[in-house]
């Protein structure tokens, strides 16, 4: 019985993952309860879509509202002094900001699982009753779609398996096996990973359809502001520093982003403030204690920007600029931005935040953190160290000159 096999050339993919690499494979303790997971877990599969609205179908369709307890919801009185509920279908920012948009091209042999030939190879060969194209669509028959996914493993050479996504027929689907473990599949090529973009069109189309709305960012009081403390009232404060986004903080302005780092570093929210920042897992544990250290240091926030000095920006990034903090007042600072916090002392060591803008994507992220020097432009992608007091360049030419040592040593 022959099975529905093709031959896919230059094939566009996406995948939404957790950050690092989305063309990685995950981890192995993440597997096993997808839907055509290896039941003997024996390899792994990267789950994609032919389109970025495919993707974000099936990875946002469990934050739907369910009508039947929306409606219920709506007729609950809620207590002023309880804790008040969270609205049906609310999703907050750090879920996107937790999140990378992988985009890949495919050529490889695929497998196309509902089509009519496939099915009947597999009713002939798996003697499971009832199989059709509905039950391999059900998120429910996780045993049925597992044991197809072993089977066309073992008895077919194909690099994927194509499948239609329950949410709609015209969104289609692949599930790219793991043929040679802990290598990158072979059937990719320009793998690229990006920011999560909540303002994306297909994030709003996507929202839109299932109902779904962004949680909004809460403004805290004075006495919850981090480190510097604003002098004038939280509403005069967030109107003067962040215009552009009428008073709210967020990633898409590189002061809102640097903000928003700077309290998460100030409330000890680990997760927060690495997913504002660009290539986190690049931090050792001493920058984040050297970061939330100078965090600590600082005496004002003037709301204003500084270019980097010099040109050699990476290909990869459109924009960067530099944060000061608590530094002798700047030139270019606007007209009014030091009586928000108050007097900046003279002679007080300034704290740079590189904060940078990938191309791409409208949202900012941090790249590193210096106390009296700026990070060098050079060194926004890279290793370690992402926080140091003083010139950078010194210390890493410093560390290289350690290393190469070293390596004469032996």
């Not at 990685?24 to 879509?49: C, H, I, M, N, S």
């Not at 990633?251 to 504002?276: F, I, R, S, Y």
């Amino acid at each position: 019985m022959k099975l529905s096999r093709c031959k896919r050339k230059n094939i566009k993919l996406f995948r939404i993952s957790h950050p690092g690499d989305a063309w990685d494979w995950v981890d192995w303790q993440w597997t096993g309860a997808e839907r055509f997971d290896d039941p003997k877990a024996e390899y792994r599969v990267l789950y994609t879509g032919k389109t970025l609205r495919a993707c974000l179908l099936e990875v946002l369709a469990h934050f739907r509202p369910d009508p039947a307890l929306v409606a219920d919801m709506e007729d609950i009185v809620e207590d002023d002094e309880a804790i008040p509920t969270a609205p049906a279908g609310e999703i907050g920012y750090e879920w996107a900001a937790d999140r990378r948009i992988g985009t890949a091209h495919a050529t490889a042999h695929t497998c196309v699982v509902t089509e009519a030939e496939t099915i009947a190879w597999l009713r002939a060969t798996l003697k499971i009753p009832g199989l059709d194209a509905a039950m391999l669509k059900d998120a429910r028959e996780r045993k049925v779609t597992q044991a197809v996914s072993r089977a066309l493993f073992e008895e077919t050479a194909c690099d994927a398996l194509e499948y239609r996504s329950r949410h709609g027929d015209s969104e289609q689907l692949w599930a790219i096996y793991e043929r040679e473990p802990n290598a990158r599949a072979a059937c990719l090529s320009r793998c690229e990973t990006l920011p999560f973009e909540p303002a994306h069109p297909d994030v709003v189309n996507v929202f839109k359809l299932f109902g779904l709305t962004w949680k909004a960012v809460t403004v805290p009081a004075v006495e919850d502001l981090p480190i510097p403390v604003a002098t004038t009232s939280v509403e005069e404060f967030y109107a003067k520093a962040f215009p552009e986004t009428n008073g709210v903080p967020t990633p898409m302005t590189a002061l809102g982003c640097a903000w928003l780092w700077l309290d998460a570093l100030d409330q000890g929210d680990e997760t927060a403030a690495k997913a504002l920042t660009h290539q986190p897992e690049e931090w050792l544990d001493k920058d984040w204690h050297d970061a939330h250290s100078m965090q600590a240091e600082a005496t004002a926030f003037p709301a204003a920007t500084v270019s980097p000095v010099e040109d050699a920006i990476p290909p990869n990034i459109a924009q960067a600029v530099h944060v000061p903090l608590g530094g002798s007042p700047l030139p270019d600072a606007p007209s009014g931005a030091y009586e928000i916090f108050g007097n900046v002392p003279n002679g007080t060591p300034p704290v740079y935040i590189a904060v940078i803008n990938l191309k791409g994507t409208s949202e900012w992220r941090v790249a590193g953190v210096g106390i009296e020097a700026p990070m060098p432009s050079f060194w926004f992608n890279g290793p370690s160290p992402r926080a140091a007091r003083g010139d950078l360049t010194k210390y890493h030419l410093a560390a290289l000159m350690r290393r190469l040592e070293k390596i004469d040593g032996e």
